[in-house]
């Protein structure tokens, strides 16, 4: 908010400035979503999977494009925004018209704004957990606004649009380069456990091939031989990036529930959106969700060797056999029953320090690019916010 607003700037509530809307659904139309990045369209723009749909659609009301729509429980994280699309809205959603004369792209900036900012805790009487409540429509035309005159707030919303839309490219250009560091440091794995080599023991003109390995004629023996796979008894709904947690930054896994261990462990996340996102702990503390498998008491193996192995072919388990009517998810019994190469120890040692002298300039290019990616999201998060409050004057600078 802004404390001491220009002149020519109005103190006013959403009440003052939006009306709701209260269309009946229409049928044939598909289902829209407000995501909290403020884009508010079709599911079938984005994706399908994942999405728990009502058969009957009771209380769904019809968006239709430039309707200002606000989430009314998601809200404080950003969702909220114009709709680019026609279709029908769940019932939990505002869909709001300006009263006269304000720009809708500028309000949603604001109400966005209000949201990330902690500033619409600070108003709604029902503050859930991960949650926000404002399904009363009484409630969030309270919400307190300060606005400049109609002919600024598209000036503003034009300037945003333009100048958040270079540093979206920026970012969608950078994260297409860790993708492209990513692929270069898989194919640099795969090629060394490609080239292992071994005198083939204890395999038979039946044994089927590793699928991810075809080649490759080395003695091999299922995970759960090699090493003791667990996980954690908690649950939590302190999602990351919509799926359970592991990491955050610095690769320090989130603290839901403590081990201890004096030995090496590999942590890994076994659902959501950090699936197959593996972690080689080497002692001390860290945490584990009950979908969070942690391997240990290593076997007649070389723990970096088989860290290697699994962070990179971890996340074929999910393409082969892995529950994909939701989030990918993989079970205990996957990871058991995950063939492992057993070349001599010399060996695994040799492509363990192989991998780590190859992959260390690929990750601290990659750990750069992410730094760049965060700061240019700092830096549009602050651009808005001292757009939508007056901060700088954008008729100066656009």
Request: charged share 25%.
């Amino acid at each position: 908010m802004i404390t001491t607003p220009r002149p020519d700037w109005r103190e006013t509530t959403v009440r003052r400035v939006l009306r709701q809307l209260d269309r009946p659904a229409r049928s044939g139309l598909g289902v829209i979503t407000a995501y909290r990045d403020g884009t508010v369209t079709l599911r079938s723009n984005r994706r399908e999977d994942g999405y728990t749909f009502s058969d009957t659609e009771n209380g769904y009301q019809e968006i239709r494009p430039g309707d200002l729509v606000f989430h009314a429980l998601d809200g404080f994280a950003g969702a909220v925004g114009v709709s680019d699309s026609h279709g029908n809205g769940s019932p939990v959603y505002h869909v709001c018209e300006p009263v006269a004369g304000d720009d809708p792209a500028y309000l949603a900036r604001l109400l966005r704004h209000l949201g990330t900012s902690g500033f619409l805790a600070t108003q709604a009487p029902n503050v859930r957990e991960r949650s926000v409540d404002f399904r009363n429509w009484s409630t969030f035309a309270r919400i307190p606004l300060v606005l400049p005159p109609a002919d600024e707030q598209r000036t503003i919303a034009s300037y945003l649009a333009r100048e958040t839309a270079r540093i979206d490219t920026l970012i969608e250009e950078q994260q297409q380069l860790i993708e492209m560091l990513r692929e270069r440091r898989a194919a640099a794995a795969v090629e060394a456990f490609a080239s292992m080599s071994g005198d083939g023991e204890g395999l038979g003109d039946a044994c089927e091939p590793i699928p991810w390995l075809p080649e490759l004629h080395i003695k091999r023996v299922q995970m759960r031989h090699v090493c003791t796979i667990g996980t954690g008894s908690s649950d939590s709904v302190n999602a990351v990036d919509e799926g359970y947690p592991l990491f955050v930054r610095g690769d320090q896994p989130l603290a839901l529930e403590h081990y201890e261990f004096d030995t090496e462990a590999i942590i890994t996340a076994g659902d959501g959106a950090m699936v197959g996102r593996s972690f080689h702990h080497y002692r001390g503390k860290f945490a584990a969700h009950q979908r969070v498998y942690v391997l240990r008491d290593f076997k007649g193996i070389f723990p970096r060797y088989l860290f290697w192995y699994f962070s990179t072919f971890f996340i074929r388990i999910v393409g082969d056999g892995g529950a994909q009517a939701t989030v990918p998810s993989v079970r205990r019994p996957m990871i058991a029953g995950m063939p492992v190469p057993m070349p001599a120890l010399d060996e695994q040692r040799r492509v363990a320090a192989l991998l780590d002298e190859q992959t260390t300039k690929i990750d601290v290019l990659i750990a750069e690019t992410e730094r760049f990616i965060e700061l240019a999201r700092e830096r549009r998060s602050a651009l808005i916010t001292a757009a939508v409050t007056g901060q700088i004057d954008v008729r100066e600078v656009a």
